[in-house]
T-cell receptor
Framework: EPEVTQTPSHQVTQMGQEVILRCVPI?????FYWYRQILGQKVEFLVS????????KSEIFDDQFSVERPDGSNFTLKIRSTKLEDSAMYFC????????????FGPGTRLTVT | GENVEQHPSTLSVQEGDSAVIKCTYS??????FPWYKQELGKRPQLIID?????GEKKDQRIAVTLNKTAKHFSLHITETQPEDSAVYFC???????????FGPGTRLSVLP
């Protein structure tokens, strides 16, 4: 069964550094998402992406964040200048349809900002 | 925007007993309600979902009920097994229908 994949599984970075988290969605999916989960808390929506543009974003997704689909397979989340509070698990998800359907989650990237 | 609440936050049951987790949502326009199971250190995985035109759905030991009037939905797990131990998240779609708003999660422990 196809799965969403993410790299790296764990990223440690210093405060103020830029990080890029990578995702490969399921190949026939058209809608992509980033969520984050601070340790022990709920999963929170960051951004959704379709047709090479952001379709929706949350208040968390400020100017420090950006997303890109640089080629036909990868979907990336960039944090320009990391803060301690950016430490979390970041999940990529994808779905075949635009609304009201199951989203398939990747295994996550654990980001630790020191 | 949508707000999802979930109760209880922790639940311990004896193996073989039933477990019920309840969620409420605020936006009457939400039409899709998935339940995800997350084992420690793993990705959330869909276990069952329900759409607003259906009141109940069952898949083997798992069932979900939806009351659109009251804006609440519940997960029922019967004949619980130790491998059911995990954190369960309910979710509802946002007003735009594109992203999920998750509840805070319920940590279920099934005691042997």
């Amino acid at each position: 069964e196809p799965e969403v994949t993410q790299t790296p599984s764990h990223q440690v970075t210093q405060m103020g550094q830029e990080v890029i988290l990578r995702c490969v969605p399921i190949s026939n999916h058209l809608y992509f998402y980033w969520y984050r989960q601070i340790l022990g808390q709920k999963v929170e929506f960051l951004v959704s992406f379709y047709n090479n543009e952001i379709s929706e974003k949350s208040e968390i997704f400020d100017d420090q964040f950006s997303v890109e689909r640089p080629d036909g397979s990868n979907f990336t989340l960039k944090i320009r200048s990391t803060k301690l509070e950016d430490s979390a698990m970041y999940f990529c998800a994808s779905t075949e349809y635009d609304r009201d359907y199951e989203q398939y989650f990747g295994p996550g990237t654990r980001l630790t900002v020191t | 925007g949508e707000n999802v609440e979930q109760h209880p936050s922790t639940l311990s049951v004896q193996e073989g007993d039933s477990a019920v987790i309840k969620c409420t949502y605020s936006d009457s326009a939400s039409n899709y309600f998935p339940w995800y199971k997350q084992e420690l250190g793993k990705r959330p995985q869909l276990i069952i979902d329900i759409r607003s035109n259906v009141g109940e759905k069952k898949d083997q030991r798992i069932a979900v009920t939806l009351n659109k009037t009251a804006k609440h939905f519940s997960l029922h797990i019967t004949e619980t097994q130790p491998e059911d131990s995990a954190v369960y998240f309910c979710a509802a779609t946002s007003p735009g229908g594109q992203n999920f708003v998750f509840g805070p999660g319920t940590r279920l422990s099934v005691l042997p």
